[in-house]
């Protein structure tokens, strides 16, 4: 596991979501340490300078949480906090549903905890899309109306051969369209969808730059898919229904840990993930802060690095030592 690390005391893991790397928490990484915290964001498993297993099934929850746990270990410690955004976020739950010994409060960004269990994941993403209930996951989808890139993602070398062939233009593409001032119109095609038969990049405004996304920090990002390719990060969206048969033990489980949320009131995993912050109460009863960042969009870290610094900060603050 590739990681860069920034002060010392109590231990804070990061963990970055798709399609990013470590980088993702460029912001938060000193002002964690000048708070008197040892700041560690590494790659998750298949991105970056970490391993990348050939294998589809070597990217499933379990295995990524087995990496925390090992991060943890590594650097002689016996727990962490641990912060997630995007991929990251489910990760960093999972890592604190399943090890409570070990991670002692999660942090999620930008997407909601829902627990695990019901229905099986690929069925509800091809529902999402216009499939019918009998429609096999990554099925011809020349025939439905759009499909949901979860779908679109699922299906191994699919993705990819959109991707490669440029793969900046393309995450400047992604990113610009879910971020807060330069996310398609209300009433555009939506960029989480293809069209019949299309691709992602087909909806993703061109020639534009998010904000916070500066040309330095698009090579660096770009930099690292271009070596690595995107099979490693793509292989964590073809492992859903094994996780969803993996963590059957945990089923309907809150986190019962010190917890915290941010959100981006634009982005769209707020709409599609309203009921799981209205379970709050009963999903994450140790819930220390639920925040709506107003006009951010996904990124949020990135996107608003003060208010998400100081939030974290509060929040580490007044956690049980």
Request: with cysteine; net charge negative; charged share 20%.
């Amino acid at each position: 596991m590739h990681l860069v690390e920034q002060g010392s005391g109590p231990l804070v893991l990061l963990l970055h979501g798709f399609p990013e790397s470590w980088y993702a928490w460029r912001h938060q990484l000193a002002a964690l340490a000048s708070a008197g915290y040892r700041a560690v964001a590494i790659d998750v498993r298949g991105y970056g300078r970490s391993s990348r297993p050939e294998a589809v099934e070597a990217y499933r929850m379990l295995d990524l949480v087995a990496d925390n746990v090992a991060v943890v270990e590594g650097l002689g410690e016996r727990s962490a906090v641990v912060v997630g955004h995007d991929w990251g976020a489910t990760i960093a739950a999972m890592s604190t549903l399943t090890r409570p010994d070990v991670f002692r409060a999660v942090g999620l960004l930008g997407v909601p905890y829902t627990p695990p269990g019901g229905p099986r994941p690929s069925e509800v993403f091809a529902r999402m899309g216009g499939a019918g209930a009998g429609d096999e996951p990554g099925a011809d989808s020349r025939s439905r109306p759009e499909e949901f890139y979860v779908s679109y993602f699922q299906r191994p070398g699919r993705a990819e051969a959109e991707i490669e062939p440029d793969v900046r233009g393309w995450l400047a593409g992604f990113y610009t369209a879910l971020s807060a001032g330069t996310m398609p119109a209300p009433g555009a095609p939506d960029p989480h969808f293809t069209g019949a038969g299309g691709t992602l990049r087909e909806r993703f405004p061109a020639g534009v730059l998010p904000y916070w996304l500066g040309e330095g920090d698009l090579d660096v990002f770009a930099g690292e898919f271009e070596r690595t390719g995107m099979t490693g990060a793509l292989n964590r969206y073809r492992n859903m229904d094994r996780d969803w048969a993996d963590l059957a033990e945990w089923a309907g489980r809150p986190i019962t840990r010190p917890s915290l949320f941010i959100g981006g009131e634009r982005d769209a995993s707020l709409a599609w993930l309203a009921d799981a912050v209205k379970a709050y109460p009963e999903t994450l009863p140790g819930l220390l802060g639920s925040h709506i960042l107003n006009g951010c969009g996904h990124f949020v870290q990135q996107e608003r690095p003060e208010e998400t610094n100081r939030i974290l900060l509060d929040w580490l603050a007044v956690l049980p030592a």
